[in-house]
């Protein structure tokens, strides 16, 4: 059973679009949320990440919106890039427990110039 | 610093035959765990440890064994390869302070035949 959900499999956006990902968890001990972005042959890197006492956090042209009672949260990417252009997979974990962390599935996000 | 190293990249095994994937970081991190990626499932946790001479299960670990003699070291030994563990292999370590940042090596592409 796959505890963190994310959709859409794949997106495709036009250069200064928005390209929205979204996620669902199940297990309410989470407390951890990470956005990881991974281009191909490389490994996963952190994007940004948020802690559910706060319902928005943004760095850049990236930002987490975080809706504790749903049990979701999304990436947004404001004026994407052709450079944007990879996977990216959203995660949860309790605090004290990152190194056990619980992926999403992967967004394969294409940017066309 | 090289961060996480990986080694190999690139592996074909005939099924029952047995290896091990290396892992080596130099950031001095406490925890390492080991996750495989496969298509449209995410990234999904084989084995982690917090320390040296500690390790623990992760989501998928029937196949798999893991030692951690060193804070540095942390292999990944298939014991009899099965087409099932046909997959990408990574590895990260992160700092006992968290929540921390994953870093991940560049993966060790499988293939049992």
């Known amino acids: 059973q796959q505890q963190v959900k994310q959709s859409p499999q794949s997106l495709i956006v036009q250069k200064g679009g928005i390209s929205i990902i979204n996620c669902a968890y199940e297990n309410t001990a989470f407390d951890y949320f990470p956005w990881y972005q991974q281009f191909p042959g490389k490994g996963p890197a952190l994007l940004i990440a948020?802690?559910?006492?706060?319902s928005e956090k943004k760095e850049g042209r990236f930002t987490i919106s975080f809706n504790k009672s749903a049990k979701q949260f999304s990436l947004h990417i404001m004026d994407s890039q052709p450079g944007d252009s990879a996977t990216y997979f959203c995660a949860a974990s309790g605090m004290d427990s990152s190194y056990k962390l619980i992926f999403g599935s992967g967004t394969r996000l294409l940017v066309r110039p | 610093n090289a961060g996480v190293t990986q080694t190999p990249k690139f592996q074909v095994l005939k099924t029952g035959q047995s290896m091990t994937l290396q892992c080596a970081q130099d950031m001095n991190h406490e925890y390492m765990s080991w996750y495989r990626q496969d298509p449209g499932m995410g990234l999904r946790l084989i084995h982690y440890?917090?320390?040296?001479?500690?390790?623990d299960q992760g989501e998928v670990p029937n196949g798999y064994n893991v030692s951690r003699s060193t804070t540095e070291d942390f292999p990944l030994r298939l014991l009899s390869a099965a087409p099932s563990q046909t997959s990408v292999y990574f590895c990260?370590?992160?700092?006992?302070?968290?929540?921390?940042?994953?870093?991940f090596g560049e993966g060790s592409r499988l293939t049992v035949l």
């Open positions: 440890s917090v320390g040296a001479g500690i390790t």
């Open positions: 948020i802690r559910p006492d706060v």
């Open positions: 990260a370590s992160n700092p006992r302070t968290g929540p921390g940042e994953l870093f």
